[in-house]
């Protein structure tokens, strides 16, 4: 029953139940998390990319992309652009499945938040300042690190000094983590277009008590700047060699 298809849908979608999750766990009123802050924002997603990831490869997919940008990276990386479709498709379905999850999840919380901005911010990534050039640098900037360590990480010399079996999810995780902590201020650096564009939808259609507007002036530079992130670190470690 198993299949690489279904690994990107059930990894991308624990990935976005438990990321999104966190962000409304500290975000929603009378959660018992709210205001934990920043540490509790960046350690649950690093949390829910190693979730993820083990979820992905349990069901089929040894990839474990569980990101469009990582799928694009990959792609460009090895010249096999065969898992582009499927795998980005099965993404985006999974992304928007586990944001339904957490608006269930989280059910009496929305009406009791008044701030919309808090209700959009469990499913997208909005900036602090809404600059459109700075804000698609402060997108491509960490998810071209995010694909690129990734691939640093899965390297012919990483793994030739043995890497222990299950020990990439963990590393992948701990980049998750230092990459949030260290960059995402800005405009909270979704690193996943499946995330930010599936999210937004799912934020667009819901009967989300007193959500608001969607933002979806931001979508293209979350999504656009997503993917040229993970692109063009693709191309920088096909050129390396790496």
Known sequence: MTSPVLGEFMGTLVLVLLG???????????????????????????????????????????????????????????????????????????????????????????????????????????????????????????????????LCIFSRANLSGGMAAGLGPFLVGALVWGLILSLAGTTGSSMNPARDLSSRIAHAILPIAGKGRSDW?????????TLIGGALAGLAIRLLHI
């Open 217 to 225: 002036a931001y979508a293209p530079i979350s999504v656009f700047g």
């Open 20 to 150: 999104n999750g966190v962000i409304a766990n500290i975000s929603l009123a009378r959660s018992k998390a709210q205001g934990a802050g920043w540490m509790a924002v960046s350690t649950g997603w690093a949390f829910a990319a190693m979730a993820g990831i083990f979820t992905a490869i349990a069901c089929g997919s040894p990839d474990a992309h569980i990101n469009p940008a990582v799928t694009l990276g990959m792609a460009l990386q090895s010249g096999n652009f065969t898992k582009l479709v499927p795998y980005i498709t099965a993404q985006l379905l999974g992304a928007f499945l586990g944001s339904v999850l957490v608006w269930i999840h989280f059910l009496p919380h929305w009406v009791e938040t008044p701030d919309p901005m808090h209700k959009l911010g469990c499913f997208c990534s909005h900036p602090a300042f809404p600059r459109r050039i700075t804000n698609l640098v402060s997108e491509i900037i960490p998810t071209f690190l995010l694909v690129f360590v990734v």
